[in-house]
């Protein structure tokens, strides 16, 4: 099973890839449609800022050893999802980085899915409607959020051994795009829950349709004359 699902996703690596860097005009118009000024947004920047404090007064190694945890979790729960067995997670002694080994030879969404994958978003998000006080859900999601924009952009380097396997072509036409997406999906999930995500998406899909269609209209100007 997890053979044929390997090479399934394989196949759409590049697809994917140039669907979310032509995606990258709608994502960047689609923050004009957010709403930015409201109580959620205000509590998730104080959960934001609260990160920031927190980072200050965390021993350098522990932050990276967080950071490192999170970091292998994310391959292992991207392995798991596309039916691998774990062989094992390390992380290193002297906080330089982990490894987690799977049965098979895997796809390139386990390798690159801690460069983009919010897993302690998405496991909170899950959470949050169990949570009596609301206003505390929005504060914790903005805490998980920097954290994650935070490890994101601290682990995105050339010397990644992930982003060699992948290939940096790859990386430079994937990441943005998806990296804006996934926070933009977080901010419309902190105003709307679920139905706000689908919202985002409609909206997105409705942005890339205008474009193509001015795109359309310039073509068509130019050999008219």
Not at 98 to 104: A, I, K, N, P, Y
Request: hydrophobic share 50%.
């Amino acid at each position: 099973m997890s053979i044929f699902l390997d090479k399934f996703i394989n196949l759409f690596k590049w697809p994917v890839a140039v669907y979310m860097f032509l995606c990258l005009p709608a994502l960047c118009e689609a923050f004009n449609y957010f709403i930015f000024i409201n109580n959620q947004n205000i509590l998730l920047c104080v959960g934001i800022v609260f990160f920031i404090f927190s980072k200050t007064m965390m021993d350098v190694s522990v932050r990276t050893s967080m950071q490192v945890i999170a970091h292998e979790f994310t391959h292992v729960f991207f392995a798991l999802l596309t039916f691998h067995k774990i062989k094992h997670i390390r992380i290193h002694e002297d906080d330089t980085g982990g490894e987690m080994g799977f049965l098979g030879h895997g796809n390139w969404l386990i390798t690159i899915a801690p460069y983009f994958f919010p897993l302690f978003c998405i496991i909170f998000m899950i959470f949050m409607n169990f949570i009596y006080q609301k206003f505390i859900s929005h504060i914790i999601l903005g805490y998980f959020l920097a954290y994650h924009i935070d490890t994101v952009f601290s682990q995105i380097h050339p010397e990644q051994t992930d982003l060699k396997k992948v290939g940096y072509k790859f990386c430079f036409i994937f990441l943005p795009g998806i990296n804006l997406c996934t926070i933009e999906a977080i901010l419309a999930f902190n105003l709307e829950g679920l139905s706000g995500v689908l919202k985002y998406f409609k909206l997105i899909n409705g942005i890339n349709t205008e474009n193509i269609h001015k795109i359309t209209q310039i073509f068509e100007l130019f050999n008219t004359i």
